[in-house]
């Protein structure tokens, strides 16, 4: 069982950046398609970023494109979402999700095509 274990997350001014990490355990990481989503408080959870195994596909929410990147290094288990240009609108707290099999060049941006979930990482973008 593959577990997911997010970090990098905090307080931060608009237009700063962050990056958070999410490192899994388990030897078939490198296989799974993985994202991220984000859930502001009273809110549901929605898309952010995903990347198919290899990372050579990504896609990004709408609100976060041109500002975040998603990014992968399998020899280290670890997918990363870089935050840049933060606004307050950004507040939430963050969640990777792991796809698990291998899925090809597809990315999933409906929280069902996961299986697998981090426990989050807090990101508060002050005004």
């Known amino acids: 069982q593959v577990h997911l274990v997010e970090s990098g997350g905090g307080l931060v001014q608009a237009g700063g950046s962050l990056k958070l990490s999410c490192t899994a355990s388990?030897?078939?990481?490198?296989?799974?398609?993985m994202g991220w989503f984000r859930q502001a408080p009273g809110k549901e959870r929605n898309f952010v970023a995903a990347?198919?195994?290899?990372?050579?596909?990504?896609t990004y929410a709408d609100s976060v494109k041109g500002r975040f990147t998603i990014s992968r290094d399998n020899a280290k288990n670890t997918v990363y979402l870089q935050l840049n240009s933060l606004k307050p609108e950004d507040t939430a707290d963050y969640y990777c999700?792991?796809?698990?099999?291998?899925?090809?060049?597809?990315?999933?941006?409906?929280?069902?095509?996961?299986?697998?979930w981090g426990q989050g990482t807090q990101v508060t973008v002050s005004s």
């Open positions: 388990g030897r078939t990481f490198s296989t799974y398609a």
């Open positions: 990347i198919n195994w290899s990372g050579g596909s990504t």
């Open positions: 999700a792991a796809r698990s099999g291998y899925s090809g060049n597809y990315v999933y941006t409906s929280k069902v095509g996961y299986h697998i």
